[in-house]
């Protein structure tokens, strides 16, 4: 089961770029890469999801280098907003899907 | 539905009391999943259902807590006995099955539960 690491928290001010890097070195070859975003008082809900090289949508883009042991949100020019925790997750592929969420990374964004 | 429904949102229960929690998932969403998140912390899995397959309970705390499912629609998790240690939000999540890890999943707005 492909475990997780990002940082616990991150500040920033509106209108910059954030980038929150997540290690995953034991993902396994049919694992994909997929980010949430959680609100106070609200479930998590699905931001961009990936395989490798880079994704892009609408409101973000997710960067997975070739060994595919990390990967990177990126959320440009951030709002007020964006103010939630960040989870990043690997799907374990063997297909049982008990996703394993981890404490996330709470990013805080400052006028 | 549009969305994963659960009820009730708010429930306030008395230490030893029993409580049981809804889920409806959406429609055509053949996993279903449910988490326990306390104040300030990530998401602890507590059991999946995926169709017709037994149900994967190893995220279960304690005998106390127990889930089913009808089919491929609505669950419900009880908590037998509760204890204060029980409150935190209780979160569903559906999704369609994948045969790799990229499901997508759908959150519910979450049960918060407070027992006094």
């Known amino acids: 089961l492909a475990k997780t690491t990002q940082p616990i928290s991150m500040d920033s001010y509106e209108g910059q770029e954030v980038n929150i890097t997540c290690s995953h070195n034991?993902?396994?070859?049919?694992?994909?890469i997929t980010w949430y975003q959680q609100f106070p008082s609200q479930g998590p809900r699905f931001i961009i999801q990936?395989?490798?090289t880079k994704v892009t949508n609408e409101v973000a883009s997710l960067f997975i280098p070739a060994d595919r042991k990390s990967s990177t949100l990126s959320l440009p020019r951030v709002s007020l907003s964006d103010t939630a925790v960040y989870y990043c997750?690997?799907?374990?592929?063997?297909?049982?899907?008990?996703?394993?969420f981890g404490a996330g990374t709470r990013l805080f964004v400052k006028a | 539905g549009a969305g994963v429904s659960q009820s009730p949102s708010n429930k306030v229960t008395e230490k030893g009391k029993d409580v049981e929690l809804r889920c409806d998932p959406i429609?055509?969403?053949?996993?279903l999943y449910w988490y326990r998140q306390r104040l300030g912390q990530g998401l602890e899995f507590l059991i999946y259902?995926?169709?017709?397959?037994?149900?994967?309970k190893s995220g279960l705390p304690s005998d106390r807590f127990s889930a089913e499912r009808t089919g491929e629609s609505v669950s419900t998790l009880t908590i037998q006995r509760t204890q204060q240690e029980d409150s935190a939000v209780y979160l569903c999540?559906?999704?369609?099955?994948?045969?790799?890890?990229?499901?997508?999943?759908?959150f519910g707005s979450g049960t918060r539960l407070t027992v006094v």
């Open positions: 999540a559906s999704s369609f099955f994948h045969s790799t890890g990229a499901s997508r999943y759908t």
């Open positions: 034991n993902i396994a070859t049919n694992d994909y």
């Open positions: 990936g395989y490798k």
């Open positions: 997750l690997v799907g374990e592929g063997t297909g049982g899907f008990k996703t394993i």
């Open positions: 429609s055509g969403h053949t996993a």
């Open positions: 259902f995926q169709g017709n397959s037994a149900p994967d």
